[in-house]
């Protein structure tokens, strides 16, 4: 039966063959070369400017303003969407605004009846009623 | 560095030297240390890359030295990661421990053909099961039955508690003697 100081002692003989033919010269040549490879390597990625980064951050940078500037083209500002909802207003007649009051009447919180109807109101009228619904 | 007749220099020493540009210290670090690495990674069944293993682990403590705290030796270390090094190469090439067969890494007991036939033949089996036990229990089993180091020095090498390297290595001695007396 192998018991434990047995082993330990057949342990300690363990890779000794590898251990003495080893080239130390070789070894040590091998790892010098290595560290004075990455040294290099180092101080190069240190002070060279890192082309592929550059230019992402440049085309992250473009991609950013141009578009914030496509949203703010496209996204109509209150005071240009209510001049150009009030400039197609003008552009129909009594009768379109009537039938464009009539067709909103069912949602709309204006009650065209509390009016007196809409015949009664002229061109001006409607289209003040339509601004008004449209808030 | 080291000059002949005098007594050697501190591995702390060649270690500061190092930190402030001496190539020559690194070298002669290597050379101190660099046999019982590679009797360790051949142990831990590194077979034929046991050369190539020991230069990555000088290569990568040398790189890594700001992690060096001084609570072990360089040697055990440079041994600990030289573990990594080996359990990365297994990993990457999908090897498993190389085992010795032709008995080249195993030394001569005697004189006695018979009792050299057994012996090598015992310490091949025992270098084959120290070869496939986990990384944990070889590692602490072969620094402390291989290298002599103490439980305080291979628990700060290999980043564990005395008691847990304690654990690894009578589970080492348990599984190796199970397996060999089977």
Redesign the interface.
């Known amino acids: 039966m192998m018991d434990e100081r047995e082993l330990e002692r057949i342990a300690g003989g363990l890779g000794r063959a590898a251990g003495e033919r080893l080239d130390l010269a070789a070894v040590e040549r091998g790892v010098l070369a290595r560290l004075r490879e990455a040294d290099q390597t180092d101080r190069l990625a240190g002070s060279r400017p890192r082309p592929l980064l550059r230019w992402l951050a440049a085309a992250a940078a473009v991609a950013l303003i141009a578009g914030g500037s496509f949203v703010t083209f496209r996204t109509p500002r209150p005071d240009q969407a209510g001049s150009r909802s009030a400039a197609s207003l003008y552009d129909l007649s009594s009768d379109e605004l009537a039938e464009v009051l009539d067709s909103l009447s069912w949602a709309s919180p204006v009650s065209t009846r509390a009016t007196g109807g809409l015949d009664d109101l002229d061109a001006e009228q409607l289209r003040e009623l339509l601004a008004l619904m449209e808030g | 560095v080291t000059v002949p007749g005098q007594p050697e220099r501190p591995d702390a020493d060649l270690i500061d030297r190092w930190r402030a540009g001496d190539?020559a210290a690194?070298?002669e670090l290597?050379?101190r240390h660099?046999?019982?690495v590679?009797?360790?990674?051949?142990?831990a069944g590194?077979g034929d890359e046991?050369?190539d293993l020991?230069?990555e682990a000088?290569?990568r403590a040398?790189?890594g030295l700001d992690r060096f705290r001084g609570g072990a030796s360089f040697r055990t270390w440079v041994m600990a990661i030289a573990s990594n090094a080996l359990t990365d190469f297994r990993r990457r090439r999908g090897r498993r421990p190389v085992l010795p067969l032709d008995g080249?890494?195993?030394?001569d007991g005697s004189a006695d053909p018979h009792g050299t036939l057994v012996a090598r033949e015992?310490?091949a089996r025992?270098?084959a099961e120290?070869a496939r036990l986990p990384p944990m229990q070889r590692d602490v089993?072969?620094m402390?039955?291989?290298q002599?180091l103490a439980y305080e020095e291979i628990a700060t090498a290999l980043a564990t508690s005395v008691g847990a390297a304690r654990v690894h290595y009578h589970q080492a001695?348990k599984r190796?003697?199970r397996v060999?007396?089977g």
Not at chain 2, 38 to 43: K, Q, S
Not at chain 2, 104 to 107: E, K, N, T, Y
């Open positions: 190539e690194a070298g290597v050379r660099a046999r019982a590679a009797r360790f990674l051949a142990a590194a046991a050369d020991v230069q000088f290569f040398f790189r080249r890494d195993i030394a015992t310490e025992v270098q120290v089993f072969l402390r039955a291989q002599g001695v190796l003697r060999l007396e």
